[in-house]
């Protein structure tokens, strides 16, 4: 029954999703410790290329602006 209720669906997706955050963080993190900075297309494209769980552009766009969030507020 919890499968059919589509707001228990996108719960349990969101904390799927929050759940990862620290995992990308930490490989941001790494990658400007190489450079000091990256456009926004290159770390969506790298985000995109190094991790299995993101596969298009829009996923990745999420969670980018996911830790943006975290950061500013």
Avoid: H
Avoid at 26 to 55: F, H, P, Y
Wanted: charged share 30%.
């Amino acid at each position: 029954m919890e499968e059919r209720d589509p707001a228990i669906t996108q719960a349990k997706k969101r904390k799927k999703n929050i759940a990862s955050i620290p995992k990308l963080f930490d490989m941001i993190r790494g990658l400007l410790r190489q450079r000091n900075c990256i456009t926004k297309a290159e770390l969506v494209s790298k985000i995109i290329s190094t991790r299995c769980d993101i596969a298009d552009r829009s996923k990745a766009l999420i969670y980018t602006k996911m830790i943006y969030y975290f950061i500013v507020f």
